[in-house]
């Protein structure tokens, strides 16, 4: 009976902890996107800036290759590719050689943002992560390799 109740009580803390995890991992996430968006001062959305970096590293690129580099829908491509055209940072065009594919570059405005952008993450990373030691950072990666079952 008394081995019951031990593991009722570690069950409880677990699930406790694991609901205290899940509020803290949206917490981060929400304050991550709204303190990148403040960071790009609302010239380009978060999402815009993730699709013009991994067009930006393999140019030309196939909207169905780039939807499952984000791991998202070739339609969700397709929205967020026609705002980036729209603005003038990406250029869409068939292929030469199969007319049937399509392939997204970027313009030289879309690649000087796409620099500048990158810039401005790495040092926003750079400061969100001052207070974490190498190990902690090391440990931290381990961890969520592990969440996504990488590991």
């Known amino acids: 009976m008394r081995l019951k109740w031990v593991v009722d009580i ?3 803390r677990r699930q406790k902890l694991i609901r205290d995890l899940e509020l803290n991992v949206s917490t981060i ?12 001062d609302n010239n380009i959305t978060n999402h815009e800036f993730l699709f013009l970096h991994a067009v930006s590293k393999h140019q030309p690129q196939m909207i169905s ?3 499952k580099e984000l791991d998202v829908a070739t339609s969700f491509v397709t929205v967020v590719t026609d705002k ?9 065009e068939r292929s030469q050689k199969d007319r049937r594919i399509v392939e ?7 690649n000087k943002l796409c620099k500048q ?4 993450k ?8 001052e207070k974490f030691t190498v ?3 090391e440990i931290l990666n381990l961890l969520i390799l592990k969440w996504r079952g990488e590991e």
């Not at 952008?117 to 401005?120: A, D, W, Y």
């Not at 790495?122 to 992560?129: D, S």
Request: hydrophobic share 45%; net charge negative.
């Open 84 to 92: 980036l055209i729209h603005k003038g940072y990406i250029h869409r």
């Open 29 to 40: 996430i929400r304050r991550f996107k709204k303190e990148m968006s403040d960071l790009f």
């Open 10 to 12: 570690c069950m409880d």
């Open 135 to 137: 190990e902690e950072l």
């Open 117 to 120: 952008m990158e810039k401005i």
């Open 122 to 129: 790495n040092e926003f990373m750079l400061k969100n992560f």
């Open 65 to 67: 290759a780039l939807a």
């Open 104 to 110: 997204l570059t970027l313009t030289d405005e879309g």
